[in-house]
């Protein structure tokens, strides 16, 4: 850091934070097109809503390790409490519901389990004897940490919220060092029992949509129609792109959803393969960053929840991206800090947030090994 | 914690764990997950470059014909004129709806939408269901025409919510006189799916493209078809139109003129009144057909449109087969209006008209006795024309033979077939030894020398037959019919007659009318024109079911006749045939008023006009009075249309060859004579002995 910058502004974690703002800047373009070039339909939100949530994230940043340690089990407790109290006014209520009203706020506490649960997994293993961690005794609470808010999001039913919960949680125990057998075995049994999900655990609209996936000209004007459509849009924006607010995919609606899961088709129609490979440039100086800020951490608790942070954003990148492209059955998640709406934006602000906190702690504590602390 | 404190030591002698080791596999681990997003991040950019870059030309043409849609403008059909310009079959702006199944989510409830919008009954519904249920998906539908601006503004509006519905801006076939020409010109409908896979043309399965489906429509499809026009236009998903691209007009097909003299069809039409029948008047000096009326007929309009059900029923069971076109596909036995054409035979075999014989209410034939109808005393040809006196002929088609006779009957029309741009025509018998040795096995009988001398038995024919027969006799000349104004019209051959000899037959018919005949009230109510003519009356049933006169109507006798005017010097020609009509009597008075009309309109119309007021309108008029009190006793409960139109008249054909079979059954079955002149008006107060002979 040369002295010209001032040492609080130089002590900010640049290299995501570029890169950040650049993509919500994209996105509230992309928006703008997205509403047939009407900024204040969508891309006013989008701004507005980064600008409170980066303020959050901001907040978030300056908790210190014990008060966050001191908060974890209650704060996952309580979003299970939440998750629970979903489960009930939908059964009240009757037909499945997602969130809870809370005057203006709708809170979908799905979203919020996805920090917490990585949150909880990292203080687990954090403070779990060394030598404990290959025990399969050890196992049990992890498990339940996962179990208990898959099976109520499942129950809802979310398939998608499901599998980004189960891989924050998979990434977080991976790293934490179980037995790679463990995920060998668990990897064959799964795949083993991958028909007895699909046939007993999916909907038909779920199983339908992954037939859909694996042969999407089967029904060209029927399920297959989202993908198909989302490729024409990306195909026909060639290198450059059509220019912006000159799709005729989004704009003429015959790309599905252009201003949440498929946005990218949106952007790629009118920007070409020159915008995909920005965005997936800004997303890995993200991810990169992420991962670097867990491998600077002083503890196993930072490191893991950094690290679990970075995998549940990868993880909404990831899935989006694949569906787009027609590499992934469609299903509703959003791409990060571009999509239009609230809840996943507060979700992957949450891990921003968590992710800038521990880079603040590295930065006090200089790395000391995997001291439990 | 010290819960699982315990477990620690066990633990430790299976795996080594510590600090380090777990720091370690961290940073291992956190490379692979590192290496495994990359990978993913890398699979992506490449999976997009494929995309975009690699397989950029398909995709662009993909989104093009995603964003362009290319509709055509089905052409508008050529008009159908009569002989002076006047349209028969014309095109009517309208606002239309049709669906498109495949396009449909679903068909019922998007119906029932549009049965809210429209007004259509239960029924109409039930049709559209029932033909989008049958139709090949691709195939449009058609909903209503019609519509006025705000049933059309009202869908519209509605088409995001309606996926498959087509509503637009077009033109339908009209035909101004309705019933009248329906057998005549025939009716336009959507092209089938059979009709689409022998030419798979988009415009076919365009919606509102109809193509000719019968008679004239279909004969003539080449020249009205026209060519369609091409609209390019932007649309969305759900197709609402963003905006015009490129439009090319739709080429009207070329128009076609007949030599029917239009008010005339309709005057002939609506003069046959409530019988069923048909008249058939020609031009004799170029064959030129003006008019070629078949009642009851049916409304070509409804058939154009798609019929529905309520009517078709209303039109399936009525026993007069309005379906049928009786100019072409009726068949009756000719009865005595042959005999004049006999008389130029027996002319041409060398008869001399003085010849006489007397008819003592019959004549010996070989050795059986034949009824005449009347009792005429000394006959000979003239009479035997004017009184049609059965026994003269008996005698003298036994005496020439009836070879010779049938070769006369073959040479002025009677079963042969025209040249005409018809879809079909039955061309009857004229029975000869030949052909009933041929057709039945059996040996030419003197009684069917008798049966075929007055024109029963196993002759058939039909009355375009009958007119160029008329034709023929009035002129001498071998007239062609023709339908086409602009058709070549060679000169006609002549037959080998003297003037005198024609116009000796001239007289004899002139008498029919003017004189001593069988028909005085069939006289001109027009100064310095005479018409000729010769009554005929066809039995249907033998003497023992019923006289012929009263009693049900599908036992009555058919009436005929055939005509020319003036008679001295023959201009028009022509045959009027009334089913069951109960004898001539039902036949000539519309010949009549209907040369009266050619004539002398405003006369034509003073002769109608009161007829029509005590049958209850004009012919249109009274169908659609007919239609509504069907449909209202009919109620909901009707047979479906079949699906295809075509379908109707194959079956209404295939029905008339019954028909004529029957006939011929008739003919085989009767013993000896079945005499039977033309019945005078029951004014003249002569009973007809008509029964078996001897």
Redesign the interface.
């Known amino acids: 850091m040369s002295g010209i910058i001032p040492a609080p502004v130089a002590r900010q974690p640049w290299m995501m934070l570029f890169p950040l703002f650049g993509l919500i800047g994209f996105g509230a373009l992309i928006l703008t097109s997205a509403a047939a070039g009407d900024f204040d339909q969508y891309a006013k939100g989008h701004l507005l809503r980064f600008a409170i949530l980066f303020t959050m994230a901001v907040v978030i940043s300056r908790f210190n390790k014990p008060t966050v340690q001191l908060l974890t089990y209650p704060g996952y407790i309580g979003v299970l409490l939440l998750l629970l109290a979903v489960e009930v006014m939908g059964q009240v209520q009757g037909g499945s519901q997602r969130w809870l009203e809370a005057g203006p706020i709708r809170i979908q506490p799905s979203e919020l389990m996805k920090p917490a649960a990585v949150l909880a997994l990292a203080h687990y293993y954090g403070?779990?004897?060394?030598?404990?961690?290959?025990?399969f005794?050890?196992l049990i609470p992890a498990g339940a940490i996962i179990l208990l808010p898959i099976s109520f999001v499942l129950l809802q039913p979310d398939l998608g919220t499901s599998l980004a919960i189960a891989f924050g949680g998979f990434?977080v125990m991976?790293?934490?060092?179980l037995?790679l057998r463990w995920f060998l075995a668990a990897g064959a049994a799964g795949l083993a029992l991958l028909p007895v999900a699909f046939f007993v655990g999916l909907q038909e609209y779920q199983q339908k949509r992954v037939l859909t996936f694996l042969d999407p000209e089967n029904d060209p004007l029927g399920d297959g129609y989202q993908i198909t459509?989302s490729?024409?849009?990306?195909?026909?924006?060639?290198?450059f792109g059509k220019g912006f607010n000159e799709g005729?995919?989004s704009h003429?609606?015959?790309l599905p959803e252009p201003h949440t899961d498929f946005v990218f088709a949106t952007m790629?129609?009118e920007w070409?393969?020159a915008g995909?490979?920005f965005i997936?440039f800004c997303?890995?100086l993200i991810?990169?960053w992420g991962?670097k800020v867990?491998?600077n951490a002083a503890d196993?608790f930072s490191?893991l929840l950094a690290?679990g942070m970075t995998?549940t954003i990868?993880f909404y990148i990831?899935i989006n991206?694949?569906m787009v492209?027609g590499?992934a059955p469609v299903v509703g998640i959003p791409l990060p800090f571009i999509s239009h709406g609230g809840s996943s934006m507060m979700t992957n602000m949450i891990c921003i947030g968590v992710l800038m906190m521990v880079h603040r702690w590295n930065r006090k504590a200089p790395r000391t090994?995997?001291?439990v602390g | 914690?010290g819960l699982?404190?315990r477990?620690?030591a066990r633990?430790?002698r299976?795996?080594l764990?510590?600090?380090t080791?777990?720091?370690n596999?961290?940073?291992r681990?956190?490379f692979v997950?590192?290496a495994g997003?990359?990978g993913?991040?890398t699979?992506?950019?490449a999976?997009?470059?494929y995309?975009?870059?690699a397989?950029?030309e398909?995709?662009?043409l993909?989104?093009e014909s995603?964003?362009v849609n290319l509709s055509l403008i089905p052409p508008r059909r050529g008009w159908i004129l009569d002989r002076n310009g006047a349209p028969l079959a014309s095109n009517r702006a309208d606002f239309r709806v049709d669906v498109i199944p495949d396009r449909m989510d679903d068909a019922a409830a998007t119906l029932g939408q549009l049965a809210g919008l429209l007004n259509l009954s239960q029924n109409a519904v039930a049709d559209i269901l029932k033909k989008i249920d049958d139709a090949r998906g691709f195939q449009p539908i058609e909903v209503a025409t019609g519509l006025d601006y705000d049933q059309f503004a009202a869908i519209s509006v509605r088409l995001p919510d309606l996926p498959g519905v087509v509503p637009q801006r077009g033109f339908s076939r009209y035909y101004p006189t309705g019933a009248t020409v329906g057998h005549l010109i025939g009716y336009v409908g959507p092209a089938s799916a059979e009709e689409y896979e022998e030419n798979p043309d988009p415009i076919l399965i365009t919606p509102g493209y109809k193509i000719g489906k019968d008679a004239l429509e279909a004969q003539f499809e080449e020249e009205l078809q026209g060519t369609p026009g091409a609209r390019r236009v932007?649309?969305?998903?759900?197709g609402r139109i963003?905006r015009d691209l490129e439009t090319r007009e739709d080429k009207q097909g070329a128009s076609v003129r007949l030599t029917i003299d239009g008010p005339l069809q309709d005057y002939a039409a609506r003069r046959i009144g409530l019988e069923s029948g048909s008249c058939v008047v020609m031009d004799c000096d170029t064959g030129d057909i003006l008019c070629m009326s078949s009642m009851p007929s049916f409304d070509p309009n409804s058939f154009s449109a798609g019929i529905g059900r309520v009517e078709y029923s209303m039109l399936r069971e009525d026993e007069r087969v309005p379906l049928r076109n009786k100019v072409l596909k009726g068949l009756y036995p000719p009865g005595s209006t042959v005999k004049p054409m006999h008389c130029m035979a027996f002319l041409d075999a060398g008869v001399k008209p003085e010849e006489a014989i007397i008819c003592g209410g019959g004549r010996r034939i070989g050795n059986r006795f034949f009824n005449c109808w009347s009792n005429h005393g000394r006959v000979d040809m003239a009479k035997a024309i004017y009184q049609s006196c059965d026994s003269y002929f008996y005698h003298f088609a036994q005496q020439v033979g009836f070879d010779q006779v049938a070769k006369w009957a073959h040479k002025m029309g009677l079963g042969e077939e025209f040249d005409l741009p018809v879809t079909s025509q039955f061309y009857g018998t004229v029975p000869d030894p030949a052909w009933k040795q041929r057709k039945y096995d059996q040996a030419w009988q003197p009684y069917d020398t008798v049966n075929a001398s007055i024109g029963q038995g196993y002759y058939l024919v039909n009355p375009l037959q009958l007119a160029v027969m008329s034709a023929r006799l009035a002129t001498g000349n071998k007239v062609v019919p023709h339908l086409r104004m602009d058709d070549p019209r060679p000169e006609f051959e002549h037959f080998d007659f003297t003037a005198s000899e024609i116009d000796y037959v001239r007289k004899a018919m002139s008498d029919v009318v003017n004189g001593p005949g069988t028909a005085g009230r069939a006289k001109l109510p027009i100064e310095g024109i005479q018409m000729a003519g010769k009554t005929g009356t066809a039995q249907v049933v033998s003497l023992s079911i019923s006289n012929g006169k009263t009693g049900p109507w599908k036992y009555r006798d058919h009436g005929l006749f055939v005509f020319f005017a003036p008679f001295d010097k023959p201009k028009y020609a022509g045959a009027v045939v009334i089913e069951h009509g109960g004898g001539s009597g039902a036949a000539y008075p519309i010949a009549r008023d209907v040369m009266t009309f050619l004539f002398d309109p405003v006369k034509g119309m003073e002769a109608l006009r009161p007829l029509e007021e005590q049958w209850g309108g004009t012919a249109q008029q009274r169908l659609d009075a007919k239609y509504r009190a069907y449909a209202q006793a009919a109620g909901e409960v009707v047979e479906p249309v079949p699906q295809r139109t075509e379908q109707i008249f194959d079956q209404v054909e295939a029905e008339a060859r019954l028909a004529q079979r029957q006939s011929e059954a008739m003919a085989a079955q009767a013993e000896g004579s079945r005499a039977e002149g033309s019945r005078p008006p029951s004014t003249s107060g002569e009973v007809s002995p008509r029964g078996t002979g001897e």
């Open positions: 403070g779990l004897p060394v030598g404990m961690v290959p025990n005794r050890a990434v991976f790293l934490a060092g037995p459509q490729k024409i849009a990306i195909g026909s924006g060639g290198l005729s995919q003429l609606n015959y790629a129609e070409g393969f995909g490979l997936l997303f890995g991810l990169f991962l867990a491998s196993r490191k690290a995998a990868f990831a991206l694949l492209m590499f090994g995997l001291i | 914690m699982f404190g477990k620690k633990t430790k299976r795996d764990v510590s600090q080791t777990l720091d596999a961290f940073t681990r956190t997950i590192g997003m990359g993913i991040g699979i992506l950019a999976r997009m470059a995309i975009a870059i397989e950029n398909r995709w662009v993909e989104s995603n964003r932007e649309v969305t998903a759900s963003v």
